[in-house]
């Protein structure tokens, strides 16, 4: 199972594409709450109920950690400590970590970009401590995916499903969606 972490303020085109795309691709993914509770309220004002709320030691088994950006979503995701020993344990397993938009941030404040290639928002660079940053929509390195905002939703999470599932898998969704 993957989970997507939810935070208020989150970007809803980031977390909303990348949830809906996984799961046609087949793949379980859960959205996890860092707030306490299940419903949460984008950097739009857009409400959404999520599956579940964090709670520590259940999510150690998990094949990984997808962080939506937006603000203030992903500072609130940053601050959240249960979230960061999660992301410090995972990386160190080498789990994959998703994190788009303004998310990447996260990863470099709790030092899990160093000697690694990532991509943020225009203007937020700065904050990938550690990071070879690279103006790119998409960037892989290894167990890292990052992406640099709205646009790059799509693609973020087809590189994430490819991780997962196959290539006529990812062709057959695209088609179904008018991408192909």
């Known amino acids: 199972m993957l989970h997507l972490f939810i935070a208020d303020g989150f ?8 949830l809906d795309i996984l799961r046609r691709c087949g793949l379980e993914v859960a959205t996890v709450s860092i707030t306490g509770t299940r419903l949460i309220r984008g950097a739009h004002g857009i409400p959404i109920m999520v599956d579940t709320v964090f709670r520590k030691g259940e999510l150690e088994r998990t094949q990984g950690l997808i962080l939506p950006g937006g603000m203030p979503g992903a500072k609130n995701l940053s601050l959240h400590e249960g979230l960061r020993k999660l992301l410090v344990s995972q990386c160190a397993q080498h789990t994959l970590v998703a994190a788009i938009c303004a998310a990447p941030t996260v990863l470099g404040k709790h030092n899990l970009l160093n000697e690694r290639r990532a991509t943020c928002y225009p203007g937020m660079e700065t904050e990938l401590r550690g990071a070879e940053v690279v103006d790119e929509m998409l960037v ?41």
Not at 140 to 145: K, P, Q, S, V
Not at 160 to 180: E, H, W, Y
Request: net charge negative; aromatic share 8%; no cysteine.
């Open 11 to 18: 970007e809803e085109i980031e977390a909303l594409t990348t």
């Open 140 to 180: 892989e390195d290894g167990n890292l995916i990052t992406a640099k905002g709205p646009a790059a939703s799509v693609e973020f999470a087809f590189a994430i499903a490819a991780r997962f599932v196959d290539s006529s898998t990812i062709a057959q969704v695209k088609s179904g969606m008018l991408f192909i």
